[in-house]
């Protein structure tokens, strides 16, 4: 005997399957765009409630307060566990991008992630990819996000003016140079004394999201944290680099 919903959910399912993600495999009643075993076999970063963890490091800055930095999961280019995911930036998935920002809601409510945080940014896209897309994903996972911390999300505080170009083939000071300018604070009294989280999809060199994070801290006395879906496996080795870099 099964309740109405996974009745339901069962017809559903039959007339329409869905399927995993990753593995492709029919999901089961209960579970939701990944099957329990890609769902537990994901590379978690597993870096929220490390202070000092390689992200916060990565954020640390003199123009405001760091709050919590932490990603989902690691991200390796190409990578047939966890490509499938970013769907939602690539084949229009806003539903995925939705449930993501739950997923990364409710993981990290009992970690204390949340707390203070007074108001979400998600990473703006300029007005000529907003329009090519249709839809900014970082926003939709922020809503997400929302739906289940409550914090409410501000998307008119700052704006951005441009594309970056791919900053994959540059270094540092050619990224920092590169990401200069591209976003322009619009409404600093919306931010002012706030803590503000800061909601990116995927963090690969991290420049664009410090470059946020500066623009943000000039609405004066900000605290900022961050949180993204993925963060390349790059950053996994970082304490080394950093270590010979201290050297
Ligand atoms: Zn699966």
């Given at each position: 005997m099964c309740t109405l919903p996974v009745f339901a959910r069962r017809v559903a399912d039959f007339l329409f399957p869905r399927v995993c993600l990753v593995c492709k495999q029919r999901l089961q009643v209960g579970e939701e765009y990944l099957c329990v075993s890609c769902l537990q076999s994901m590379p978690y970063t597993r870096l929220e409630?490390?202070?000092?963890n390689v992200l916060e490091r990565l954020f640390m800055s003199e123009d405001y307060e760091l709050g919590r930095a932490t990603a989902l999961y690691y991200y390796q280019t190409h990578s047939g566990r966890t490509q499938p995911?970013?769907?939602?930036?690539?084949r229009h998935r806003?539903?995925?991008a939705l449930w993501l920002g739950r997923v990364m809601a409710r993981q990290l409510a009992g970690?204390?992630?949340?707390?203070?945080?007074?108001?979400?940014v998600p990473v703006p896209l300029s007005s000529r990819r907003l329009f090519q897309r249709g839809y900014n994903q970082c926003e939709?996972?922020?809503k997400g996000i929302?739906?289940?911390?409550?914090i409410p999300v501000n998307t008119a505080a700052v704006v951005r003016r441009v594309d970056n170009?791919?900053?994959t083939h540059l270094d540092y000071l050619q990224r920092e140079a590169n990401v200069s300018g591209i976003f322009e604070l619009r409404r600093s009294r919306q931010l002012h004394g706030k803590h503000v989280l800061l909601v990116d999809?995927?963090?690969?060199?991290?420049?664009?999201?410090?470059?946020?994070?500066?623009?943000v801290a000039a609405a004066g006395d900000v605290t900022v944290s961050v949180l993204a879906v993925a963060l390349s496996t790059f950053h996994k080795h970082r304490p080394e680099i950093d270590a010979e870099e201290s050297t």
């Open positions: 409630g490390r202070r000092g995911i970013l769907s939602f930036k690539y806003t539903d995925v970690s204390g992630f949340f707390e203070g945080v007074d108001v979400i939709l996972l922020a929302s739906g289940v911390t409550h170009a791919t900053q999809d995927v963090i690969t060199t991290g420049s664009t999201l410090r470059q946020l994070a500066k623009v």
